[in-house]
């Protein structure tokens, strides 16, 4: 395994093992957490005319979303519920988002804008922008050192690494659509690859990337499609995929080379309103509600909501 490998295989176990044990950061057995958990909000608001569609989690109880109206950043208690607006959008959107993992820098897909940002998280100022030459930056997965991001109208991803935006071009398996293609990204079980959601090869599904490539193998599925695929979220080997428009999370379980997976379940919920991306917390998922089927105003209300993980 070449040094980079070992450091991406590295950040996705430290990755994985936080997302597995948040809730025993903030103290106490894990049922005593899990009980004072029960009690938070399943489901809380966000601001009327905020258009969500991001989300991220870090190693605190705090969810982040984007804003595609104005690119506005808004952070909201888990405990609570309650949040407000921390980093003022460059009237541009923020489409996907993360967090890194101490907590001090937000990176944000810019969508239409073609750009990627990064947020100071404490003092909530755009850093940098960077221009990508591209269409539709839409979504963002961390690894040591790169940030990577999806392009949903041009075969390529981009990787910000060391204050350059490097252009990645697909090549393989990868067939670009005339309409929304590449949308949500992750990591493979063994760090060494990439997951994209590729929404028009074979009715939809997923794609494993060799990030030093470029390379795209169709993952095989089964007969599963995620023709409305939109996040993706890796805990383990247990892979959520947000089927926007079917109101619906899809998770497979993935082999380690993540060349392959079995659909385990469907998770559906009353409460899901055209959802895109999804983190974790804990035992739960959150979710926020995008609402794409209706004509957005600036009084049209969102939230967001919380569904229990499927437990291995």
């Not at 929404?199 to 409305?228: E, I, Q, S, W, Y």
Request: hydrophobic residues 40%; proline residues 6%; charged residues 20%.
């Amino acid at each position: 395994m070449a040094p980079a490998d070992r450091s991406f295989a590295r950040r996705t176990l430290l990755t994985t093992t936080a997302a597995l044990t948040g809730a025993s950061l903030l103290g106490g057995t894990a049922h005593a957490t899990e009980t004072r958990h029960a009690a938070w909000p399943a489901q809380f608001p966000l601001p009327d005319g905020f258009q969500p569609e991001g989300i991220t989690i870090g190693s605190e109880p705090y969810a982040w979303f984007g804003s595609l109206a104005n690119g506005d950043i808004y952070r909201a208690s888990l405990a609570t519920g309650r949040g407000g607006i921390v980093a003022k959008g460059t009237g541009r959107p923020t489409v996907g988002l993360k967090i890194d993992r101490h907590g001090r820098r937000l990176f944000l897909a810019g969508g239409d804008s073609a750009e990627i940002r990064t947020v100071d998280v404490r003092s909530g100022e755009t850093e940098q922008v960077y221009a990508t030459g591209g269409t539709f930056v839409n979504d963002v997965v961390l690894t040591p050192g790169a940030a990577w991001f999806t392009d949903s109208f041009k075969p390529v991803l981009y990787k910000l690494a060391k204050g350059a935006v490097t252009t990645v071009p697909l090549t393989g398996d990868w067939q670009q659509g005339p309409d929304f293609t590449a949308n949500g990204i992750e990591r493979t079980p063994d760090g060494r690859a990439l997951l994209v959601v590729n929404g028009f090869a074979n009715g939809g599904g997923l794609m494993r990337v060799d990030p030093r490539t470029g390379t795209a193998r169709a993952v095989d599925l089964g007969t599963a499609k995620l023709p409305n695929g939109d996040g993706l979220l890796l805990l383990g080997r247990t892979l959520y995929a947000v089927q926007q428009q079917q109101n619906a999370i899809d998770v497979f379980r993935l082999n380690d080379s993540g060349t392959r997976g079995t659909a385990i379940t469907r998770i559906t919920d009353p409460r899901f309103r055209i959802p895109t991306t999804v983190a974790a917390w804990g035992r739960r998922l959150y979710l926020p509600n995008a609402r794409f089927d209706v004509e957005p105003t600036p009084t049209t209300d969102y939230d967001a909501v919380a569904v229990n993980r499927i437990q291995s």
